[in-house]
């Protein structure tokens, strides 16, 4: 064994970036819903950034490490510690066999993500090792981690890392350099997601249109991976309209016909029927990501040319992150 669950948390899940490819068959996509914490923790393992890593939700498991290893935790912070020591986040850290890892008070966001180097030996279930919880397929046995769970890590390490060996801090070896992550995710009181028009915007009466922008939504408790419920002003049609089913992508905002959007997210299905008013850009996915029930946002339109820039400086972005570390770490190796 390598990683062993003591007591199971909330909701830990194996998340890749999804089991992309097949949604014209009906197949869910899945995948992390903080797609940019999944990356960067892996790039601070020197994984590939679509190599499986652990999506941990709100309240986080206390697992056992039995197997040496570099590990990095990302995305929102949980108050992850190493034997009852606190470590830091967005920086890669050497764990040694035997030392339990446990996250505490949710500080910020709600969902961190937790990488091995090498990442976990699990079986790909349409080329994706994502867990599709209602399908019950990919990941550890298709379901969410519980008490008594092993998973392997897929290779073994031979001693620290030279990058690391000279920085000990709170009881584990780590870098002295960590990620800027507020260029990628934003986790300090920021409210605002920027959409672009949905296909039916049109659709809905000027009342709402300009309501749906100038007004707050909350996200219910009744929100999941599959989407997110939202409470605010009723939104409505201008008519009653039949709608045939169409495709739909992570970040649609449906509304049904008791007027409260819902942000459509990973585990969403591959088809709606509800008009959409508007759509979330990709930039800003994981931003509701890292949103609580409770907490409001509010709705910001953009046009799809800032839309594709924006989405295109993030990814640059992201390659010179990348070739940062590959530098500091002189490849992990």
Not at 169 to 182: D, F, I, R
Request: glycine share 10%.
């Amino acid at each position: 064994m390598s990683l062993r669950v003591i007591k199971q948390g909330l909701l830990t899940t194996v998340q890749d970036l999804g089991r992309r490819g097949f949604q014209k068959y009906g197949v869910i996509v899945s995948g992390a819903m903080d797609f940019y914490s999944l990356r960067i923790a892996n790039l601070l393992v020197g994984n590939d950034e679509n190599e499986a890593g652990l999506e941990i939700t709100l309240m986080g498991p206390l697992l056992q490490v039995e197997k040496d290893c570099v590990l990095a935790i990302t995305g929102g912070d949980l108050s992850p510690t190493v034997n009852d020591e606190a470590i830091p986040m967005w920086k890669p850290i050497f764990v040694e066999k035997g030392s339990t890892i446990k996250f505490g008070q949710c500080k910020r966001g709600c969902r961190a993500y937790l990488t091995v180097k090498g990442g976990f030996k699990l079986e790909q279930v349409l080329e994706s090792k994502s867990t599709y919880l209602r399908g019950e397929i990919g990941g550890f046995k298709g379901r969410a981690l519980k008490e008594g769970d092993e998973l392997h890590f897929a290779h073994g390490l031979n001693g620290i890392p030279s990058f690391l060996a000279q920085n000990i801090v709170e009881g584990v070896v780590t870098s002295q350099w960590s990620v800027h992550y507020e260029k990628f995710v934003s986790l300090a009181n920021n409210d605002s997601i920027r959409v672009v028009h949905g296909s039916q915007f049109d659709f809905f009466s000027p009342k709402s249109q300009q309501e749906f922008t100038e007004n707050p939504f909350k996200v219910s408790t009744q929100s999941d991976r599959m989407g997110y419920r939202m409470e605010g002003p009723s939104l409505q049609l201008k008519e009653e309209k039949e709608l045939l089913s169409e495709a739909v992508s992570q970040g649609s905002i449906q509304v049904p016909p008791d007027g409260n959007p819902i942000i459509l997210l990973a585990d969403r299905q591959t088809t709606g029927g509800y008009p959409k008013i508007a759509q979330v850009i990709t930039t800003d996915l994981p931003l509701i990501a890292q949103k609580k029930p409770g907490e409001s946002v509010t709705f910001t339109y953009v046009s799809l040319k800032e839309a594709e820039e924006l989405y295109l400086e993030k990814e640059q972005e992201l390659y010179k992150l990348k070739m940062g570390i590959l530098l500091a770490s002189k490849k992990l190796e």
